[in-house]
């Protein structure tokens, strides 16, 4: 299948108010601009120095959504241009993130990247960070970034009841805040083998690479 046939057969599985990021970190910029030509504006890199060199290349009305983890020391490199930084993990982070979009007179949406796996490497916060970093002085100092949701990554294994168990632990997460902050409306949840699944426990952006772009090496 090309590209073009899988986007458009994805596209057609998503509910409406489902937000498709095409994750195309590896992918040469021919690829992601058949992706653009079949339509696709919303692409995901986990790597700054990578997705600032495809923005340089390519047109300009497309959003670029970091969905990796990000070192401090190169937000100044995506500021410019980011639309979305989904694994935001701390108010340091956070702090250089305002700083840089200060700099750029931009205010940059963020997502907290909430921590709901069983695997150690994987980064985030759990309930109670969250809390603590949302009701701090520091935070509510930050005039340069919005909170505008959630973003986790479940263990990875083919046990769909533990994936479940997973995404319905962010989705209470998620629902317990957003009532307080009507401006928390995403949840970036979901990627190539789990996304189906993500959606039914509440997902509203699903992060899809290798079932638009084929494997990566
Ligand atoms: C690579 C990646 C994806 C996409 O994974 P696929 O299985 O290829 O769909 C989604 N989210 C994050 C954070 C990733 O790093």
Redesign the pocket.
């Known amino acids: 299948m090309s590209i073009k046939n899988n986007l458009t057969h994805i596209k057609t599985t998503l509910p409406e108010h489902v937000t498709l990021v095409a994750?195309s970190?590896t992918k040469p910029v021919s690829d992601l601009m058949e992706a653009y030509e079949a339509g696709q504006r919303i692409f995901?890199e986990?790597k700054i120095q990578e997705m600032a060199e495809k923005w340089e290349q390519m047109p300009k009305d497309i959003q670029w959504h970091m969905?990796?983890h990000v070192q401090t020391n190169k937000v100044k490199f995506m500021a410019p241009f980011v639309s979305l930084i989904?694994?935001v993990d701390s108010l340091k982070l956070l702090q250089e993130i305002n700083k840089q979009a200060q700099k750029n007179n931009r205010i940059i949406d963020c997502l907290l990247q909430i921590y709901i796996a069983e695997e150690e490497t994987k980064f985030g916060l759990d309930q109670e960070e969250l809390a603590s970093l949302l009701s701090s002085n520091e935070f509510k100092e930050l005039k340069n970034i919005r909170i505008v949701g959630l973003m986790g990554?479940a263990t990875f294994t083919d046990n769909k009841d533990q994936i479940k168990k997973e995404f319905l632990h962010l989705k209470s997460i998620f629902d317990s805040f957003a009532i307080h902050n009507p401006q928390f409306a995403t949840l970036s949840m979901g990627?190539?083998?789990d996304y189906q699944l993500a959606i039914e426990c509440g997902s509203t952006m699903v992060?899809?690479?290798?079932?638009i772009f084929g494997g990566?090496n």
Do not use: D, F
């Open positions: 994750v970190k995901g986990n969905i990796g989904h694994g990554m990627m190539s083998g992060r899809i690479g290798s079932s990566r």
